[in-house]
């Protein structure tokens, strides 16, 4: 079958980062075609906090502005692209929720999937969660890397078990930015669609419990998050929520409304 020519989202700036002017449909049929292709590409999903990362941390942010998709994972950076580029977006593109829509695609089209990340527990508890949401779905491989920078010999070990499985699609859930330098690092030789996924494992897996449906869409899960985990979360989301909206404001006063659409 001849290959079809995938049209990744366009993108737009917000604070030097090109976020993905997407939304699930649109994120979930070029990626899968890109899969059924074994085309290598990267995803990853910008909350505030990763928005902030990148904005802030040149090195990240060439990382990430190498991507094929910087989705509009939290409602405030879809917010954003509304407010400053006119994106019309009326959702974000949440991670979790897209793993699960690409999970069940991948299982009717036959499109093995790849799981990379987190403890071999939490990868157990996933692959079985995965398996019941998504009949027929093909886990391909998984594995649960250790928690340290691999050597180049070792990446390429990874590189050749997650090929060798044919898997279209890698679920990537190290944290950030942790996954997306991987991702970034091996994006020209894994030829399958990677996606940083971050929390999604631990989520889907049962081991933290997802915002109630309220909350996300009033853009008040971080601090359904900060509850559960205060201490480990009070600092991220004081600096960069403040950092956030900092950056907002001067945008707004600026006037500045440009809408520089960056082609992939």
């Given at each position: 079958?001849?290959?079809?020519?995938?049209?990744?989202?366009?993108?737009?700036?917000?604070?030097g980062?090109?976020?993905?002017?997407?939304?699930?449909?649109?994120?979930?049929?070029?990626?899968?075609?890109?899969?059924?292709?074994?085309?290598?590409?990267?995803?990853?999903?910008?909350?505030?906090?990763?928005?902030?990362?990148?904005?802030?941390?040149?090195?990240?942010?060439?990382?990430?502005?190498?991507?094929?998709?910087?989705?509009?994972?939290?409602?405030?950076?879809?917010?954003a692209?509304?407010?400053?580029?006119?994106?019309?977006?009326?959702?974000?593109?949440?991670?979790?929720?897209?793993m699960?829509?690409?999970?069940?695609?991948?299982?009717?089209?036959?499109?093995?999937?790849?799981?990379?990340?987190?403890?071999?527990?939490?990868?157990?508890?996933?692959?079985?969660?995965?398996?019941?949401?998504?009949?027929?779905?093909?886990?391909?491989?998984?594995?649960?890397?250790?928690?340290?920078?691999?050597?180049?010999?070792?990446?390429?070990?990874?590189?050749?078990?997650?090929?060798?499985?044919?898997?279209?699609?890698?679920?990537?859930?190290?944290?950030?930015?942790?996954?997306?330098?991987?991702?970034?690092?091996?994006?020209?030789?894994?030829?399958?669609?990677?996606?940083?996924?971050?929390?999604?494992?631990d989520?889907?897996?049962?081991?933290?419990?997802?915002?109630?449906?309220?909350?996300?869409?009033?853009?008040?899960?971080?601090?359904?998050?900060?509850?559960?985990?205060?201490?480990?979360?009070?600092?991220?989301?004081?600096?960069?929520?403040?950092?956030?909206?900092?950056?907002?404001?001067?945008?707004?006063?600026?006037?500045?409304?440009?809408?520089?659409?960056?082609?992939p």
């Amino acid at each position: 079958m001849a290959a079809v020519s995938v049209n990744w989202p366009a993108r737009h700036d917000v604070f030097g980062v090109q976020v993905s002017a997407t939304t699930y449909d649109q994120a979930e049929a070029v990626i899968i075609e890109a899969a059924r292709q074994r085309r290598g590409a990267v995803v990853t999903h910008m909350p505030v906090h990763g928005l902030i990362t990148a904005a802030t941390d040149a090195k990240y942010r060439e990382c990430v502005n190498r991507f094929d998709i910087i989705a509009p994972d939290g409602q405030p950076v879809r917010w954003a692209l509304n407010k400053f580029h006119d994106a019309g977006l009326d959702d974000r593109c949440y991670g979790p929720e897209l793993m699960i829509r690409l999970c069940r695609r991948a299982a009717e089209q036959h499109i093995g999937v790849y799981l990379y990340g987190s403890t071999p527990e939490v990868i157990e508890k996933l692959s079985r969660r995965l398996l019941e949401l998504c009949p027929g779905l093909k886990i391909a491989g998984s594995e649960s890397p250790p928690f340290r920078p691999l050597s180049d010999a070792e990446r390429q070990e990874v590189v050749g078990r997650i090929n060798d499985s044919g898997a279209g699609l890698v679920f990537i859930g190290l944290g950030c930015p942790r996954q997306d330098y991987f991702a970034g690092q091996t994006k020209n030789e894994i030829h399958a669609v990677q996606l940083c996924v971050g929390a999604a494992f631990d989520f889907h897996a049962g081991n933290k419990k997802m915002a109630p449906a309220w909350m996300q869409r009033m853009s008040l899960e971080w601090l359904f998050r900060l509850t559960h985990e205060p201490g480990r979360l009070w600092k991220r989301y004081l600096v960069t929520n403040s950092i956030f909206l900092m950056l907002c404001a001067k945008r707004l006063i600026a006037g500045d409304r440009k809408r520089q659409v960056v082609t992939p």
